[in-house]
């Protein structure tokens, strides 16, 4: 039954929101059905819990949950260990956002966006009526098939199937609309909706990609959420709210900014210095590198899309009736899950390699590769084995993502389906000998990109390390109280961060690997003898991936605080009374 739950879970989930009846189901069913399906998604994806991450995301997360109407049921928020970058909610208050999410968010605006517009959904009670027309259609399906009626049953679900995504979209936009105001009443910028959409609005799907999409496109979204009056600002009283939800967060630069209506969530990129020509060669076999590798991976993103989209049809031709079928079924679930996590690694790490040498890079052009002990140097040949490695991950993705959509295609084919008692035996073994092979290949992808990603997030460790230490010199007391209260705030502890260290990069690696671990400072100084922090996170049991993205959101709530008041300085901000830039 365990492995049966993601596929009903499914089923419930990807039919058609609609509501049955008009009171809906009671508290305590939605809670029990909630318990349900949020067991099922830990089991097969996992849970993040370190308190890195976890304490940001339930921190952020209360403040939005606080301004929802609905006093029933409270959002509970989990991480999900998965690189795929989503959020959803579940019946009873069930909040989960990726940890491929979370790579994918610049700011704490961001993250109080999108977890307020999963707050949007409970407060609805958009998760329920999901429930409640899935149910009918579900029962409606099994019983036509149960009587011989396979065609009705597959035109009732297609049916089904457009009326659910038309509502979903509908929901979409009532939560992104709920989200703005939970966001902005919680002390949260309501830009963070836009830049999290233009963040993961790059590339553009295929028309088929769009139209089963339960989420409307990045552009409309946007372009909705421009329009709403909390964004577009033009009253001076949303001005200085917002303004005052920054300055109670410990950014005052950025609370001048707002003031004025310009964006403080925009910050120009760094500005590189020339690389000499032995970096301009490294840097220019890295990127060839990296481009081969994700034209390599188009086989797979091809077979992946197929197979998402077969997921998505499933349903049209279920066969619930037959345990075979709903256990060969729950098993491509799986196994296209997978895929789709390590895809999304894969890439990843190919994507954003260039951008972390550069960061490191830059500090031997200036020469001062000596700012982290010439951690920047090693981190440069990290970066550089991130991407060999992670290309041993492509042919063996690739031939699991065919695979895994082979198989479900075949059991999407309901003509193909065993009638009375001659069932065929022989093709459910061979539809399981096909899992089994993707299995085995997804595993050997799993390796070389879990390696690379290892490796990747060591050498961003030591990147944002160095800048850290640049950003907050030793002998400027008003950036080094700006870095001890943004790093209190962020890591959830306080007090002597500097003993026996100096630079702020490596006593920020320390404080982040003693908030992960539990450990006292002097428990991790010991044995160390030296060793670079980046590289006594592995020894101590920390995450290197995670502490990665907490210095980078603590790099760059630097940068822009930083930058705002120099700005504010060196020019002053002319009065803009039509909206932000």
């Not at 976890?54 to 006093?71: F, H, L």
């Not at 991480?79 to 990726?98: E, Q």
């Amino acid at each position: 039954m365990r492995q049966l739950l993601p596929l009903l879970v499914f089923a419930l989930l990807t039919l058609l929101p609609g509501p049955v009846c008009a009171d809906g189901l009671e508290t305590a069913t939605e809670k029990a059905v909630g318990r349900v399906a949020s067991r099922a998604l830990m089991d097969a994806s996992g849970v993040d819990t370190d308190p890195l991450l976890q304490d940001w995301v339930k921190r952020i997360g209360a403040k939005v949950a606080a301004r929802s109407p609905r006093k029933d049921i409270r959002p509970e928020f989990t991480i999900l260990g998965t690189g795929v970058a989503n959020a959803f909610t579940l019946p009873g208050g069930g909040v989960f956002v990726t940890r491929g999410l979370l790579d994918s968010v610049d700011s704490d605006d961001e993250l109080a966006a999108v977890l307020a517009h999963e707050t949007g959904h409970v407060a609805k009670k958009h998760a329920i009526q999901q429930i409640e027309g899935n149910l009918l259609f579900v029962v409606a399906g099994l019983t036509l098939r149960r009587t011989g009626n396979e065609d009705a049953a597959a035109a009732a679900s297609v049916y089904n199937l457009f009326r659910a995504l038309n509502k979903s979209r509908e929901m979409e936009a009532q939560a992104d609309e709920e989200g703005i105001a939970f966001a902005y009443e919680a002390g949260y910028d309501p830009h963070g909706l836009i830049e999290f959409f233009n963040g993961i609005a790059g590339g553009r799907p295929s028309f088929l990609d769009t139209y089963l999409a339960t989420h409307p496109a990045p552009s409309k979204r946007i372009e909705a959420a421009r329009a709403n009056p909390l964004v577009t600002e033009t009253d001076a009283a949303i001005r200085e709210t917002v303004a005052k939800g920054y300055a109670e967060r410990g950014f005052p630069n950025l609370a001048q900014l707002v003031r004025r209506s310009q964006n403080p969530l925009q910050i120009p990129p760094p500005d590189y210095p020339p690389l000499d020509s032995a970096l301009r060669a490294e840097r220019s076999d890295l990127v060839q590198q990296a481009s081969e590798g994700r034209r390599a991976l188009v086989p797979a993103f091809k077979a992946r899309r197929v197979g998402i989209t077969l997921q998505q049809l499933l349903l049209i031709n279920s066969n619930l009736g037959d345990l075979r079928w709903a256990y060969l079924a729950s098993r491509a679930y799986m196994v296209q899950s997978q895929v789709d996590d390590l895809y999304a690694r894969t890439l990843r790490v190919m994507r954003t390699a260039p951008d972390a040498y550069d960061g490191l890079a830059a500090y031997a052009s200036l020469g001062m590769d000596d700012l982290t002990g010439r951690d920047t140097a090693r981190g440069r040949s990290e970066v550089r084995q991130s991407v060999t490695r992670v290309r041993g991950a492509v042919k063996p993705l690739g031939r699991a993502s065919a695979a895994a959509a082979a198989v479900l295609a075949d059991l999407n084919n309901h003509y193909l389906r065993p009638r009375g008692n001659s069932e065929p035996w022989l093709r459910y073994s061979a539809l399981e000998g096909t899992l089994r092979y993707a299995e085995s290949e997804l595993g050997r992808a799993d390796k070389a990109s879990g390696q690379a990603w290892r490796l990747l997030s060591v050498a961003q460790v030591r990147r944002y390390e160095a800048r850290l230490s640049e950003l907050v010199p030793v002998d400027d007391p008003q950036r080094r109280a700006l870095w001890q209260r943004l790093m209190t705030d962020r890591f959830g502890i306080s007090g002597a961060f500097e003993a026996g260290e100096t630079k702020t990069g490596a006593v920020t690696v320390r404080a982040a690997l003693s908030r992960e671990t539990s450990q006292s400072t002097d428990a991790l100084d010991r044995d160390r003898a030296g060793t670079p922090w980046a590289d006594w996170i592995a020894p101590q049991n920390g995450i290197p991936e995670n502490i990665a993205t907490a210095m980078r959101l603590l790099t760059l709530d630097l940068e822009r605080e930083t930058a705002a008041g120099e700005r504010i300085k060196r020019t002053g901000i002319p009065m803009i009374l039509s909206g932000r830039n």
